[in-house]
């Protein structure tokens, strides 16, 4: 669907104006998904950590969930690795595995996700390796086996099971 610059222009500016009302911000969303713009998923994390709406957040979500520009793997990893969206980690997170893009260029940053975060989104993480595999190079597999084993070993992580299962997986991915 091509779009005029004008018309993004108007849609983003739905997006982020504090004085468009939560409904218009709705519809917005809608047209937003049709186009499927990379361009749209910055503003969308931004919207996500700022609403109070429950039903925008859904919504926001549900658009990241169906996202199918592989342009838009960058704007989500740079979301996943910044503090400032923490709060919606999961989702975002989520969202990378249900979007069903090629994240394999991102191998270390969800392994550390994995590591540096509660179970919710560890597990989230770990969909998204799982849903990558056969595609991680041996130097990727082999550097993030070794940082898994460190931290399995050391530490009575209430995500032991998860650290050991996503060592396995990726030692069987090795050629």
Partial sequence: ?????????RLKENLTSASVPDIVKLETMAEVRVLGDSSFVQILIDLLVTTSNKEIEDEIISVLNDLKDQKSVLPLVEAVTNERYKSKLTPIVAACWHCEL?????????????????YN????AFTVIENNMDVYPNDQLYRNIEKLKSISLANDDPKQALYVELIHLLGEEIR
């Fill in 1 to 9: 669907m091509q779009v005029d610059s004008k018309e993004i222009l």
């Fill in 102 to 118: 090629d994240f394999s260029d991102y191998l270390d940053v969800f392994v550390d996700i994995v590591i540096q975060n509660e």
């Fill in 121 to 124: 989104a560890a597990f989230e």
